[in-house]
């Protein structure tokens, strides 16, 4: 499982021209699945998203989590973060996973991540054509994967 964090002012997710869900200030999560994931790699990732202390405290220093400014955490699925593309340049996606697969761990992982925050989050729309408009507060990116736990 791979996610890209971005510490955002605000975030929203739009389909269709409607506005399917939208946050302050927070995370937001890009998150990709691989066929070998499971829950314990969901478990993972959302302790690492709650406890990760990328927002400033009184001193300008990077040592606040989303918890401590109670932020707010929006997920967007997003295949494309399995992307190959050793041969050629048209990008494969045979590492993504499957909807049997993906569906019910991006679930998984969004209902976790609400427990751990004790609030709802913002999510996308799994499948759909999403337009997702962001402020990057800083900019603040950081990729995890719970394959290579750095």
């Known amino acids: 499982m791979r996610i890209v964090i971005q510490r955002v002012a605000h975030a929203s997710v739009t389909i269709d ?3 399917a869900s939208q946050i302050g200030k927070g995370l937001l999560i890009l998150l990709g699945i691989e066929n070998t994931d499971c829950q314990e790699d969901a478990d993972w990732l959302v ?7 990328v927002f400033n405290d009184e001193n300008g220093v990077m040592n606040l989590s989303m918890m401590d400014i109670n932020g707010e955490a929006l997920v ?4 494309t973060l399995f992307a190959s593309y050793k041969k050629g340049n048209r990008p494969s996606w045979f590492r993504a996973a ?4 993906s569906i019910p761990l991006y679930e998984y992982f969004c209902t976790r991540l609400e427990q751990e925050m004790h609030k709802p989050i913002g999510r996308g729309v799994f499948g759909a054509d999403m337009k997702v408009q962001l402020l990057n507060d800083g900019p603040v990116t950081i990729i995890m994967d719970s394959k290579s736990k750095e």
């Open 98 to 101: 499957g909807h049997d697969i």
């Open 76 to 79: 967007v699925s997003q295949f």
């Open 47 to 53: 302790k690492k998203v709650v406890g990760l202390r």
């Open 17 to 19: 021209d409607k506005t």
